[in-house]
């Protein structure tokens, strides 16, 4: 189904009128939403399987890390030639290729546990396949959204994803863990079949993804930098790449070293899922206040706030005397940080022209993630060195710095300011 529809008025010399058909209607955007919602919550399945499943194996926080950091620094590196990729190439055919490949990465680990051949290797080289064919889907999914959805409805997309997503946080982390403690091939056969119904999802779409062509000819092949390009010469753009790479970093070794201080407090697996399933239900209640929240606050205030509650979110969890009470904690900066995902993301997404989506949001993403390939090991290094109360606090006092950081920044003035045109 195409975005609009056209109503021929009554008299001929009339000009025709456009009409936005409602989100809901919209077929191929409910195709992409559904199978992205099956995949995401196989994804979480197995986002608490592997951590668990090496430390049954090794019983090292540290060698957690590192198979964390290799399915992070495999996409990284992929991020750049998959955005051109996904601009130059059928959209769609990349979404199903690339769904197939995670399909077969994360099946061959579900495969082994079930051998008894699990080797901390294998799960190395799995994870990092399957993140490098994540760039390319998250680049081609960028585009299509971008191209099924009117910008007007933009937020409204944004929203409706992030409370899929952090819906399938919510249940995936506990049915994860009691999965696990079922059968520790579980949660990755099931991530394995999740990826083949994104991959049936993308395949039913309709509607045309690929970039209309620009005006004026482009280059046979541009280069791999014009992404890249294109967002370092905007400061906003560039404030936010700076203020995502710092916060996703802290972010992701925070849960490592939270999961770390579960066990060290006696949580097991279903526990230890539980916790960051409350984590998720925090952002699964801050995604579906986003439009109300947006419509009625300063986007930069929003921005602001949810910066400076992480501080205090992130030292409490380390004072609290119960395990769940971690969870509570959690919830509360995720379901901060969700409005301003949305805020952030509905800018940047209509900033970008259509030619330059894939490049422009894989930049953003690698920018983004830039540091974050490396704060699983690090976080693991320092809860297995100085304890896991001593990792949350300075995950903490990091949190505390990005916070002064984006107070003096003037550019999320912007934030409350109309969106420009994107240039040809």
Request: some cysteine; charged content about 10%.
């Amino acid at each position: 189904m195409d975005d609009t529809e056209t109503a021929e008025a009554a008299s001929p010399a009339a000009p025709p009128l456009t009409v936005t058909v409602p989100l809901h209607r919209n077929r191929d955007f409910a195709l992409l939403w559904t199978g992205q919602a099956v995949s995401t919550l196989g994804t979480e399945l197995s986002a608490i399987g592997f951590p668990l499943l090496v430390l049954a194996l090794t019983g090292s926080a540290g060698r957690a890390g590192l198979v964390g950091s290799a399915e992070l620094v495999a996409m990284l590196c992929m991020l750049l030639p998959a955005g051109r990729a996904v601009d130059r190439r059928p959209r769609k055919r990349i979404m199903v290729a690339s769904s197939l490949v995670q399909l077969v990465a994360v099946g061959s680990v579900s495969a082994a546990v079930l051998a008894g051949r699990a080797h901390l290797l294998h799960l190395a080289v799995a994870g990092a396949v399957a993140g490098a064919a994540s760039a390319f889907y998250i680049g081609a999914n960028r585009g299509a959204v971008r191209r099924i959805v009117p910008p007007t409805q933009l937020g409204q997309a944004l929203s409706r994803t992030q409370a899929r997503d952090q819906a399938a946080a919510v249940l995936g982390p506990p049915a994860g863990g009691g999965l696990f403690g079922l059968s520790r091939a579980l949660p990755f056969g099931l991530d394995a079949l999740s990826f083949g119904v994104v991959a049936l999802a993308a395949a039913l779409v309709r509607a045309p993804l690929d970039p209309e062509p620009p005006a004026e000819p482009a280059p046979a092949r541009p280069p791999l930098t014009a992404g890249l390009r294109f967002v370092l010469a905007d400061r906003y753009l560039r404030t936010v790449a700076v203020w995502a790479a710092a916060i996703n970093a802290i972010a992701t070794g925070m849960m490592l070293a939270v999961i770390v201080l579960a066990r060290h407090r006696g949580a097991g697996p279903a526990t230890i899922g539980a916790i960051t399933a409350t984590f998720a239900i925090g952002g699964l209640a801050g995604a579906l206040l986003a439009p109300r929240l947006i419509e009625r606050h300063s986007n930069r205030l929003l921005v602001l706030v949810a910066s400076w509650l992480l501080v205090p979110c992130a030292a409490v969890m380390v004072l609290v005397p119960a395990p769940w009470l971690i969870g509570v904690a959690g919830a509360v900066s995720v379901g901060a940080i969700a409005p301003v995902n949305v805020v952030l993301l509905s800018r940047a997404y209509a900033l970008a022209p259509h030619h330059l989506q894939g490049q422009a949001g894989n930049a953003m993403l690698l920018l983004g993630s830039s540091v974050k390939w490396s704060a699983p090991a690090v976080f693991g290094v320092l809860a297995d060195s100085l304890g896991p109360v001593a990792a949350v606090l300075i995950g903490a006092g990091l949190y505390a710095a990005t916070a002064v950081w984006l107070q003096g920044r003037g550019e999320l003035r912007e934030l409350d300011a109309p969106v420009p045109e994107p240039a040809a």
